[in-house]
């Protein structure tokens, strides 16, 4: 869940330069920009999306973001957040992980959190300040913000020493400050000065092994300890912000570091005493056999002799005649509704025993009102529905010593093309613009940039530009419209219409981007003199002094 130059290195011409792909949506007052949700487009070769969260992902087509690995259209869930960032509105952050608690949380007041993490690999840049707004605006809207240098990362993953470390991660600092973190209302931190995020990635280290690492980031014989330690260090980072209190928390990321969500989801359902599931009789059942399970017994007026209590036997023989399911998943769930004969088929809340201590377990059949069964490893309610359940199996666990997590969020924004229209390197400078970049010399990148104009000006006029292939236009939806949409389209529109050049539009994002760093660059100053008085130590203990 770092940032750090690699994460945005990842945009080739041919693969994800139409970031910003499809029409303008007129009919969508949301819109701020052309860029649309499943935008990008086939690369040959680029049959599958690769997410690797140190490497240089390249990803074809986002909507394969959403069929391989699960990730949902941001699109769907938008219209429940309130005051949308324009990234959100331009479909920049395109896709999310379960984003619902953290837009509900929101519109109630309710606690919540977003967090992100920058390895300090080198110069922060305009494809980091995606990040760094994210992170401002879930603070702005009431969230709990936290901010942090991978140190530990950069020194294991990355080989930089800790006087680099320390350089870069001032610039991090500087540039977020700049761009409108509250450091007396967030928290900064480095991994190597906090004791807390250290202690939880031991205790998150016992529920995952080797083999699991090696599955998910292609670890070796050669990958050494520190590197894979770091793993558990960055699932501490996602969790921490719920270490005094469970809440919703979200991670603004790149989608190369999905990997990282997906772990983090899992071991934040390790920890839990208690899953909280839906069962239909004693036996175990998952998920597609608990989804024949309630077809059966929403049908039970079809088969059962007493409709108020249906027999798991008289299911089986219904689901034997009447389910066009899976045969696998019929014939085993069929298998456990005979086994159980006679028994009611009822649907009821069950408590599954996860990790919790045997006086947690006797707090929760204390806790649990109404009729319920109790089973050596599992607590069957049939008073209490799904969130009331959770909340109750949360509340035994937090009063008895457990941590009481709940799944971290994640929402992904596209990679930013590099100006010369290849990707964006900070080993080529002049793909990228560093927000520690003279004024002057982003002016005269932005007027070299690579674009998406016709040959001549008479074919620009006749047939409009492609705006959806240009990185300049990407500076203008990505950072230099700001938060007017209004003038993202009307830039839109003129070039797509003919009307605008590139000459000239190259001009003004020119001059744009050179008043934005000469703005970012005074307020970095700023807060330069005030460093010493924030909670975060910029001068690293581990760095050689120069006595050494």
Same mark, same amino acid.
């Given at each position: 869940m770092t940032t750090?130059?690699?994460?945005?290195?990842d945009a080739s011409p041919d693969e994800d330069r139409r970031q910003s792909g499809g029409e303008w949506r007129e009919s969508d007052a949301r819109s701020g920009g052309p860029i649309v949700p499943d935008g990008g487009t086939e690369a040959e070769g680029a049959d599958e999306a690769t997410l690797d969260p140190w490497g240089s992902s390249t990803i074809a087509d986002y909507r394969k973001l959403f069929e391989q690995f699960g990730i949902e259209e941001f699109d769907e869930v938008l219209p429940e957040v309130p005051n949308p960032h324009y990234l959100?509105?331009?479909?920049?952050?395109?896709?999310?992980?379960?984003?619902?608690?953290?837009?509900?949380? &929101?519109?109630?007041?309710?606690?919540?959190?977003?967090?992100?993490?920058?390895?300090?690999?080198g110069d922060p840049h305009i494809?980091?300040?995606?990040?760094?707004?994210?992170?401002?605006?879930?603070?702005?809207?009431?969230?709990?913000a936290y901010a942090l240098i991978a140190d530990l990362e950069a020194h294991s993953a990355r080989g930089l020493s800790w006087d680099e470390i320390d350089e870069h991660a001032t610039n991090y600092i500087l540039s977020l400050l700049a761009l409108g973190f509250d450091p007396d209302e967030g928290t900064?931190?480095?991994?190597?000065?906090?004791?807390?995020?250290?202690?939880?990635?031991?205790?998150?280290?016992?529920?995952?092994?080797?083999?699991?690492?090696?599955?998910?980031?292609?670890?070796?014989?050669?990958?050494?300890? %520190?590197?894979?330690?770091?793993?558990?260090? +960055?699932?501490?980072?996602?969790?921490?912000? +719920?270490?005094?209190?469970?809440?919703?928390?979200?991670?603004?990321?790149?989608?190369? +570091?999905?990997?990282?969500?997906?772990?983090?989801?899992?071991?934040?359902?390790?920890?839990?005493?208690?899953g909280v599931t839906e069962a239909f009789a004693s036996f175990e059942a998952d998920a597609v056999e608990r989804t024949l399970l309630r077809q059966a017994y929403d049908a039970r007026e079809e088969y059962a002799e007493d409709a108020d209590r249906p027999r798991c036997g008289e299911?089986?023989?219904?689901?034997?005649?009447? +389910?066009p399911a899976p045969a696998d998943a019929r014939q085993s769930v069929v298998a456990k509704l005979d086994e159980a004969g006679k028994e009611p088929l009822r649907p009821r809340i069950r408590f599954l025993d996860r990790n919790a201590t045997e006086v947690a377990f006797e707090a929760l059949i204390?806790?649990?009102?109404?009729?319920?069964?109790?089973y050596d490893e599992h607590i069957d309610t049939f008073d209490l529905d799904h969130a009331e359940a959770e909340e109750l199996a949360r509340q035994v666990e937090l009063d008895n010593g457990g941590y009481g997590f709940?799944?971290? %969020?994640?929402?992904?924004?596209?990679? &930013?093309?590099?100006?010369?229209?290849?990707? &964006?390197? %900070?080993?080529?400078?002049?793909?990228?613009?560093s927000l520690l970049d003279d004024p002057e010399d982003g002016y005269d990148k932005v007027k070299s940039a690579t674009?998406?104009?016709?040959?001549?000006?008479?074919?620009?006029?006749?047939?409009?530009?492609?705006?959806?292939?240009?990185?300049?236009?990407?500076?203008?939806?990505?950072?230099? %419209?700001?938060?007017?949409?209004?003038?993202?389209?009307?830039?839109?529109?003129?070039?797509?219409?003919?009307?605008?050049?590139?000459?000239?539009?190259?001009?003004?994002?020119?001059?744009?981007?050179?008043?934005?760093?000469?703005d970012h660059q005074e307020k970095r100053e700023e807060w330069e003199d005030k460093l010493d008085e924030l909670d975060i130590d910029l001068d690293s203990d581990r760095a050689p002094t120069s006595a050494d």
């Open positions: 750090d130059d690699s994460h945005h290195d959100m509105r331009r479909g920049v952050i395109f896709g999310h992980r379960d984003y619902r608690p953290v837009a509900d949380a &929101m519109r109630n007041d309710d606690p919540f959190a977003a967090l992100s993490g920058f390895m300090p690999t494809g980091h300040k995606l990040v760094f707004d994210e992170i401002i605006w879930h603070q702005q809207q009431g969230g709990d900064l931190y480095r991994q190597s000065d906090n004791r807390a995020v250290q202690d939880l990635a031991f205790e998150l280290g016992a529920e995952a092994n080797f083999s699991e690492l090696q599955a998910i980031y292609d670890f070796d014989g050669e990958t050494d300890v %520190s590197h894979m330690q770091s793993v558990v260090t +960055q699932m501490a980072d996602i969790l921490y912000p +719920q270490l005094d209190e469970p809440k919703p928390t979200v991670i603004p990321v790149g989608p190369d +570091q999905d990997p990282h969500m997906r772990l983090a989801r899992d071991l934040a359902a390790r920890m839990r005493y208690f299911a089986a023989d219904w689901l034997r005649d009447h +389910q204390e806790t649990i009102d109404g009729e319920k069964r109790v709940q799944p971290p %969020s994640s929402i992904y924004h596209r990679f &930013m093309t590099g100006l010369t229209g290849g990707k &964006m390197s %900070s080993s080529i400078p002049a793909s990228h613009i674009t998406g104009g016709r040959s001549t000006a008479e074919e620009q006029r006749e047939k409009g530009g492609k705006a959806d292939e240009c990185p300049v236009y990407e500076l203008y939806a990505y950072l230099l %419209s700001g938060d007017d949409d209004e003038f993202a389209k009307e830039v839109y529109d003129e070039c797509v219409g003919g009307e605008r050049l590139c000459g000239g539009c190259k001009e003004q994002a020119a001059e744009l981007m050179a008043e934005f760093l000469e």
